[in-house]
């Protein structure tokens, strides 16, 4: 059996209910077909995090600048590391985050990035705030479908 992601540490904030769990393959290649649809549509990108030790990948990757909105997010970018359970460690998160925050800057044309840790996280959380992140009391509203307006929080920023 395979190492799985622990569901809590994924961030499916206004994903629109997707889970991100795909229970056969025609449901991975409707979520494949999605993501390069998105890409191409300029509304997200979804990168595999590769492990250079076994070849292996062992999360994904998502970045996006949310545009113009109404709450305290507003033309931000934002960061979504989803890494499998046995690589959720202070270290990777911090190498990883290390190797993307500065140039996604540049690339979603934005001067603060967010992402999210819930209190739980404690690995994340210590390696966001070593990279410079500050927890945030502001909310994420949600802009589309069924969450659309649902305050989301727990959110950490950091600025160019």
Request: aromatic content about 16%; charged content about 30%; glycine content about 6%.
């Amino acid at each position: 059996m395979g190492t799985r992601f622990n569901q809590c540490f994924l961030n499916s904030d206004n994903c629109d209910g997707d889970n991100f769990y795909y229970p056969t393959a025609e449901k991975m290649q409707e979520a494949i077909k999605f993501r390069l649809y998105s890409y191409e549509n300029r509304w997200f990108v979804r990168f595999t995090v590769i492990d250079k030790k076994t070849s292996k990948a062992i999360g994904t990757i998502e970045l996006f600048n949310r545009g113009e909105t109404d709450d305290d997010f507003s033309n931000v970018g934002v960061l979504r590391l989803d890494i499998r359970s046995d690589h959720e460690k202070e270290s990777v998160l911090f190498d990883i985050i290390s190797l993307i925050i500065p140039s996604a800057y540049s690339l979603f044309d934005c001067t603060e990035i967010i992402t999210k840790a819930p209190s739980y996280a404690i690995e994340r959380i210590s390696a966001i705030e070593k990279f410079g992140f500050k927890k945030s009391d502001g909310l994420l509203v949600g802009k589309y479908g069924t969450h659309d307006k649902y305050p989301y929080n727990e959110y950490w920023t950091v600025k160019k």
